[in-house]
């Protein structure tokens, strides 16, 4: 992970600082993201089934 300044320490470093500043966040966000709609995928198919399971008793 990048800096974007050149300093080797933290004495006047003043203000925000992204710590992600040129990484592959981009990646990541992907994962999380797809993560989510498997998860809502997933949920949905189980919630169908016990639906579905309670319907026929």
């Known amino acids: ?5 050149e300093a080797t320490t933290w004495n006047g470093i003043t203000g925000a600082v992204y710590a992600g500043y040129g990484s592959v966040e981009g990646l990541w966000l992907f994962v999380c993201l797809a993560l989510v709609v ?3 995928v ?3 198919r189980h919630e169908e089934h016990a639906y579905k399971a309670t319907e026929k008793t």
């Open 1 to 5: 992970m990048e800096a974007p300044f």
């Open 38 to 40: 498997v998860a809502i």
């Open 42 to 44: 997933f949920g949905w």
